[in-house]
C-alpha cells in the first residue's frame, strides 16, 4: 500500500520572507492566488511591519509591495495597521493618504 508523495505545504503555512520580498519589491504568485491567501499574506504582513524596528522598512519599499496587490487588500492592511496600531498610520501617514486618496471612491461603494 503505497501513500504516494506527502502533500506540498499550503502557502498559509509556510514561511514568508518579508525582508526578502521588500529588497526585491516582488510578491511571489502564490501569495496573490486567492483572495483568502491574499488576505492571509495582508495579514501577516502587518504584523512583520509592527515587529520589526522603526525605520528599518522604507515607503517606497512597502509601497512596491503594496501596488501589486488587490485594492480592496490594500484597504484591508491600512484597516488592520490602524486596528493593531493606531499610532503606527504616523509613521506611514505619507503612504497611507497617498493610498486612501487614490481609493476614495472606493471607499463608498
Do not use: C
Not at 501513500?3 to 521588500?22: K, R, T
Not at 519589491?25 to 511591519?49: A, I
Amino acid at each position: 500500500m503505497s501513500l504516494g508523495p506527502p502533500n506540498p505545504v499550503p502557502v498559509s503555512a509556510q514561511a514568508i520572507p518579508f525582508w526578502e520580498l521588500l529588497e526585491t519589491g516582488n510578491v511571489p504568485d502564490d501569495y496573490l492566488k486567492t483572495e483568502y491567501v491574499t488576505q492571509q499574506f495582508v495579514e501577516r504582513l502587518v504584523h512583520y511591519v509592527l515587529s520589526i524596528p522603526s525605520k528599518s522598512i522604507s515607503i517606497p519599499q512597502l509601497s512596491a509591495i503594496l501596488e501589486q496587490i488587490d485594492a480592496r487588500q490594500q484597504i484591508f492592511f491600512f484597516k488592520r495597521l490602524k486596528e493593531t496600531s493606531p499610532h503606527s498610520l504616523k509613521e506611514f501617514a505619507p503612504l497611507y493618504y497617498g493610498f486612501m486618496a487614490e481609493f476614495h471612491p472606493l471607499l463608498f461603494t
